[in-house]
Structure formats: C-alpha cells, structure tokens
C-alpha cells in the first residue's frame, strides 16, 4: 500500500505543479505579425565565377574542403579561388570584406556557425552570394536552408551551382548597464537570453568536439533546475509586459540539430522574427514542452509561447547570459533584436524555397 500512496502522491504532486504552472503563466499580448510572401530560387548568371573561400583553419576537415574547392573551380574552368584563413582576431568578417573588394560573386563560409555569422556580416546587402561548407557541430544555417550538411561535396555544388535566394538576418543590439558594455551583432538562425545561453555557456569544449551537439544535454541538465526570473518584453514598440521565463529565444527560421522542427511554420525569409518564450517551473512543465516539441503538436501549451515581430526588447533585472547561434555572446541588462529583411543572397540547391517550414 505504501508504494502505491507515494506513487500517487508524486503524481498528484506534478499535476498540482503543472496546474500551477498553467495559471501563473500568462501569455503576452500581442497581435501576430503577418509574414511577407516568401523568394523564390533563382539560377546565378552563366559563365565563369569568382570564388572566395574564408576557411576556418582549425577545423579538421579544413584540408579537405579547401582541396574540394580549388578542385572544383580547375574542373569548371575558372579561375583558383582567392583562399582567405580566419585568425582568432578576424573570425571571417575582414576576409570576407577582401573577397568583395577582389570582385568574388560567391564567398564560401567553410567552418563552424560563427564563422557564418562573420561572413555573413560582411555580405549583407551585398551582391555577393554565400556558399556554405559546414565544419562545425550544430552548422545550424545549412540545417534550416536544406543542404546535406554531412556531405562537404553535395554543399559545395550548390554553392557554386545552385541556385540564389535571399533571406532575412537578425540585428541585435546588447546592453549592460552594470558595466556600461554594449555591442551590436548579425545572428543568422537564433538568439536567446536566459537559460539556453547559460548552457551554451557552460558546454564543455571537449564535449562538443567529441559528441558535437549532443554536448549541449549534458550542460542542460545540470541547468535544468533553477528559478524563473522576470523579464519584461516590448513587441514592435508596444508598452513593456513583465513574466517570469526561463528564457526568451529570438529565431530568424526554426529547425534545430536531430531534425527538430523547434518553431513550427517559420521561415527564413518572411521579413519577420519568431520570438519563444519558454517558462516551466517544474519538471512536469518541461516534459510537458518536450513532449510537445518533439512531437510537433500544434495545440496550446502555457510553458512554451510563440510571437512574431518586426523587433522587440528584452529588459532583466540582472545580467543575464546571451547567446548567438550556439555562441556566448556575454550578459546584459537588455537587448533589442530586429530582422533585417532580404538582407543576404545565398546559394541552395534547386526548390529548396517554397511555402512555409520548408526552410
């Protein structure tokens, strides 16, 4: 008897924490933005191109993809390709400013998500088309653009054969007031401050190069417990509604490592940012959002919220972690996050645009 009494106490017990959950959890007002009409691909001009190529030359498949590539430009008869290494200084921002200056029609990011990041800074607005190569462990833009991120040959011919369309980037803009830093960056694929940033913060270097993503759990549990804390968040320029969350999340397009669909619907051209906001307060609430994720229902869940707009500010009480792409990007007091629309041209393979989620 007694086992069967314990039993149904914890169960009472996390239905009594999820129920709680459920109502001390408000969600924010604000009207959904509507997304502009996703771009269709299009073939690059004919004939001869100029290829860049800023390598990462600490990954280990740095060798093999910069001889993939020179091969590649030989077999088509173009000209070698201008290669450009990332330092420690320079992750891949002034490289790729030199391949615009040296006329390149196409810069091809090879390494981790920041060196993408970097490259991409320099191409926005540019008429120079990124190719992607991915060397690092969540190569998270080459995930949510459909390109065979396990097979280096397969992403360079669309990088140079593929076709072009333009897509969005997100701006951010991080404050803190505590130690008067600020700073102002691209992200290509999410954002967050809160609790996805401290694990981030926290992953073990050596973790990631042996298991790659599947690092990031073993950061997540040890963070998993823990306080909500209050955030206060304006949409679009709206008046500023205060929550307790565990994180706030800012997405450009949704697809994350092990193919999970993390934001149902978006799209990475739609002129639009997703915004999540994810506050369980047990560990009933987070099966519950894990549940609901991994199982892509669509219905209602008071633990996970999803918004779009244009831009939108985050204010916390205390520093609080940031990240970009899977990368630290430090602690602020607040943040301001916008899209910058159309903002980058890069090379996919053919009819992988199209309605929304496919990106």
């Not at 502009?36 to 004939?47: E, I, M, N, V």
């Not at 969005?168 to 803009?173: K, T």
């Amino acid at each position: 008897m007694r086992p069967r009494l314990l039993a149904l106490t914890a169960a009472g017990s996390a239905a009594a924490a999820s129920a709680q959950s459920w109502w001390t959890v408000r969600r924010f007002r604000h009207p959904r933005s509507t997304p502009t009409t996703t771009h269709p691909s299009s073939p690059p001009f004919p004939g001869p191109q100029q290829v860049a190529l800023v390598l990462n030359p600490v990954k280990l498949q740095s060798r093999a993809a910069r001889a993939l590539v020179e091969q590649a430009c030989s077999d088509a008869g173009w000209n070698p390709p201008l290669i450009l290494e990332t330092t420690v200084e320079d992750p891949g921002t002034g490289q790729a400013r030199r391949a615009i200056e040296a006329g390149a029609d196409v810069v091809i990011a090879a390494g981790g998500d920041g060196t993408v990041r970097a490259v991409a800074q320099a191409l926005a607005h540019q008429p120079a088309a990124l190719g992607l190569l991915p060397l690092g462990t969540g190569n998270l833009l080459v995930r949510n653009l459909g390109l065979p991120y396990f097979d280096l040959a397969g992403c360079l011919e669309a990088a140079l054969h593929g076709h072009q369309r333009r897509i969005d980037m997100g701006r951010i803009h991080l404050r803190n007031a505590r130690t008067g830093v600020e700073s102002s960056h691209p992200f290509l694929v999410m954002g967050g401050v809160g609790l996805d940033a401290t694990i981030v913060a926290a992953t073990k270097e050596n973790l990631k190069e042996k298991y790659g993503w599947l690092a990031y759990s073993e950061a997540g549990v040890r963070h998993l417990p823990g306080r909500r804390q209050r955030v206060s968040i304006s949409f679009d320029g709206s008046a500023p509604q205060s929550r307790k969350v565990r994180s706030v999340l800012f997405a450009n397009c949704g697809k994350l490592p092990a193919g999970i669909d993390f934001i149902p619907d978006s799209t990475i051209d739609d002129g639009v940012l997703d915004v999540v906001v994810i506050s369980p307060r047990s560990l009933a609430g987070w099966f519950w959002m894990g549940t609901k994720i991994l199982l892509r229902h669509r219905g209602g869940s008071p633990v996970i919220k999803y918004y779009r707009a244009r831009e939108a500010t985050v204010w916390v009480a205390e520093p609080t972690e940031t990240q970009l792409d899977g990368d630290p990007s430090g602690a602020v007091t607040s943040l301001t996050v916008r899209v910058d629309a159309d903002a980058l041209m890069v090379r996919v393979p053919p009819g992988t645009s199209g309605p929304p989620g496919s990106s």
